[in-house]
């Protein structure tokens, strides 16, 4: 078939040439270098790719040059079903059985009680699943010179540029949140140069490929599996993969296109499932009918228009890093850092990262939020014991955590509805298990509203739906939503009040109001008698969410004039809550009794969320605790063989920046990109950590790493907001711009040789707040488009130069 449709790729010839090096300046004069990632060779495992994704729909670029890779994803691309029965019936009649068991110090008994009766049937729980990729098989022969592949992080394009027999060639791939597709455009600086067959990999579901006239290839799959489902339910879905190609010939082949001679080629690839109901073949053919009626140029200007004004919020600066490291590619500049180097500009770039991947990950309306993978999937999460779900005592959190500091709040939307789901299906549990009224979610959940418990020693966190549901009080905190308030946030707050004020029971040593059985995930302690043990009563990261809940319930009923009998309620139990105590090694308790660690080297410090993210240990107002939990760091970190993971060094980020230590939180990031992070700097689970055979990408690194940096410049917990609160010596000048603050408020900084050099505080509410820097606080009164700027002497003057400002960051 001759090919000549309309010029659906303008100006691409002249497209190849544009070659960007390193040092390049961008638009604003600036140079780009902490923007990009870029290498010289194709990617060979999955962890050498380059992540595109529009909110839903993901991919994984290889750029090999005979073979290219996508390797695919859909948020919605589940297996298992909804579901009965998965509360352990035996629950609710033996909980007071084994509460009593545990007050009487019998503690091998409650802790078999607990196995048997307490675990939930997870039988069609499922999990997310890898799609098959796509293929491009090329006919290069020679061998490619000058070969470069890329992502911008300031356009969220990936590129792959070489030189192969004289000619030049280029691809630009990028999946576009404002047409709903994957873009790929292939040009070269020779007519007639490019010829390839496009074709679909096997995959892991059960699949068929077909053609659709000449251009189009058609994929029509089942998630089914049956390791964490029935192998019969999950959802259908619909790869459809179109060409449009201008000169040469184009045929349809069994199970593929081919192009021959083409001058430049479009390939738009869309998907559409049956998650919500909807039918995959009308998804994916009107997303690509919709596309399709655009040239390349529309499309991509669509997708910066979109992006841009996301990314564009934050900026940062570290300080330039040597020439020398400039000029080399991203994996050789991750490793330089691994034996010891300094790399500012390197953190930067892993800093925009996180916040890249949050925007391509978890638009405003997406399904779907963040999974364990984000949105994209390696195939090796999935076929674990913990699978790719929503993992709800740390990670889940962590996936979120940059949203609001980071100025991206519209990203945060996708879970809080998920969130909502779990209140709604999380009241037949509290009632079916625990006979109280409210809702209870645990350890793990899935789109399909799974909130009974896993198994014993992991999957028994009472607090981990409540733990997950005061990200929408950060929402809260950081934007001053009040309706938001009203209508979203409190729902669910209020009924999870209810659920914890009728479970919990005085224990009878100290009259302790308290929660269990709990897990303090996922660890473990040695009981008197030497056995090891998981749940307990008491635990303390069950008393810090609690105690977190009531004061949201208290500020929240205040603001909202509501629920005054619930306010009092409220405020009466949680003066009965056990106080955070201190064991005998100095260590912060991680049980209401202080035992000891069945596995001193466990990579969870559930009961350090009082100092992150909650902030009910300051070294400033609760300097001993403060100590405790530095103390319970270094002890888990000196412990044998201590389990590094991703998650777990992000968290020593956020923990050493709350203690106000720079120069240990700097040590701890430099090794979370050096030691969690592979060459496409993604973070991931160490082979070994929680029975992995490899290391398995998790999002949570990238994007708790990157709320750590925002930690260390910039905090706003305890009423007021602080800054450069844990500045490190290797950053010693630098600057930041969008940054936000609780209370409303958006901020920027420079910093000279370590010191305050000025400050901008703009504020999109009305209100009051103090300002810190160091021991000195000055108190700002700002209506909503004010600004302020501060210098060093406005903290000891206390007049700030306040000016009217409309402009929103």
Known sequence: MSIDRRSFVQGSLALVALQHTPG????????????????????????????????????????????????????????????????????????????????????????????????????????????????????????????????????????????????????????????????IQ????????????????????????????????????????????????????????????????????SQAIAVSGADAVMILLATGTSFRGDSPEKASREALRKASAKSFRQLRQAHLEDYRPLYRRVSLDLGPSS???????????????????????????????GRYLTIAGSRADSVLPLALQGIWNDGLASSMGWTDDFHLDINTQQNYWPTEVCNLSEC?????????????????????????????????????????????????????????????????????????LRARAYPVLREAAEFFLAYMVEEPKHGWLVTGPSDSPENWYITPSGQHASESMGNTIDRVFVHALFSMIVEACATLSIDADLRSRVEAARTKLPPLQIGRHGQLQEWMEDFEDAEPNHRHTSHLTGLYPEHQISPRTTPALARAAE????????????????????????????????????RHLVGLIAKAADDNLMTYSSAGVA?????????????????????????????????????????????????????????????????LSSATITARASGSIPIRYRDQ????????????????????????????SRTQT
């Open 186 to 253: 292939l040009t070269a600086s020779q007519r007639g140069a490019i010829s390839f067959r496009m074709s679909f990999s096997q995959g892991e579901i059960p699949n068929t490929t077909s053609t659709e006239g000449q251009d189009t290839l058609v994929l029509k799959g089942s998630c089914f599996e049956d390791k964490h489902s029935s192998g019969q339910d999950g959802v259908a879905i619909q790869i459809r993969a179109q060409v449009l190609a201008r000169g040469g010939t184009m045929s349809a082949m």
């Open 24 to 183: 390049a300046l961008s638009e604003n004069g600036s140079t780009a270098i902490a923007e990009e990632l870029w290498y010289k060779q194709a990617a060979r495992r999955w962890l050498e790719g380059l992540p595109v994704g529009n909110g839903r729909l993901g991919g994984m670029v290889f750029g090999g040059i005979q073979n290219e890779r996508i390797a695919l994803s859909d948020s919605t691309a589940w297996s298992g079903a909804t579901a009965t029965g998965e509360v352990n019936p035996g629950a609710l009649p033996h909980i007071r059985e084994i509460r009593e068991l545990f007050f009487a110090g019998k503690y091998d008994e409650a802790q078999t009680l607990c196995s048997k009766y307490l675990p939930g049937c997870m039988k069609n729980f499922g999990t997310n699943l890898p799609l098959p990729d796509l293929q491009l098989a090329f006919e290069h022969v020679d061998q490619p010179v000058e070969y470069k592949r890329s992502l911008s992080l300031k356009d969220a394009i990936a590129a792959v540029r070489f030189k192969c027999g004289g000619v030049q060639y280029m691809r630009e791939i990028f999946a576009t949140h404002a047409d709903g597709v994957i873009a």
């Open 777 to 804: 606080v000055t108190h700002l009164h700002l209506q909503a488009g004010q600004q302020v700027r501060l210098r060093p002497q406005s903290f000891l003057d206390k007049a700030p130069d306040v000016a009217d």
């Open 323 to 353: 020439q020398s490291a400039r000029l080399q590619p991203t994996d050789t500049r991750r490793r330089a850092i691994e034996d010891g180097g300094d790399d500012p500009e390197l953190v930067t770039l892993f800093f925009q990262y």
């Open 631 to 666: 103390v319970t760091i270094q002890r888990r970190m000196s412990a044998p063989h201590w389990e590094q993971s991703e998650w777990g060094r992000a968290n020593l980020v956020v923990y050493y920046a709350r203690l106000l230590k720079g120069e240990e939180a700097h």
């Open 691 to 755: 029975g992995a055979d490899s290391n398995i990408f998790a999002i949570d690194g990238n994007t708790a790493g990157s709320a750590g940096i925002a930690e260390m410049l910039l905090q706003s917990h305890g009423g007021e907001i602080e800054l450069l609160p844990a500045l490190p010596a290797m950053w010693r000048n630098g600057s930041f711009r969008g940054l936000c603050a609780r209370g409303s408020y958006v901020v920027a900084v420079k910093w000279r040789n370590g010191e």
């Open 412 to 484: 945060h939307a996708p879970l809080f509805g998920l969130i909502e789901g779990l209140a709604s299906a999380g009241k037949a549990t509290a009632q079916e298990m625990y006979g109280s009224p409210g809702w209870v979610a645990h350890t793990v959940t899935n789109p399909w509203g799974y909130t009974a418990p896993g198994g014993t020693g992991w999957g028994i966190v009472v607090t981990a739906g409540l733990w997950i549901a005061t990200q929408m009080w950060q929402h809260y905190e950081f934007t001053r939503d009040s309706e938001f």
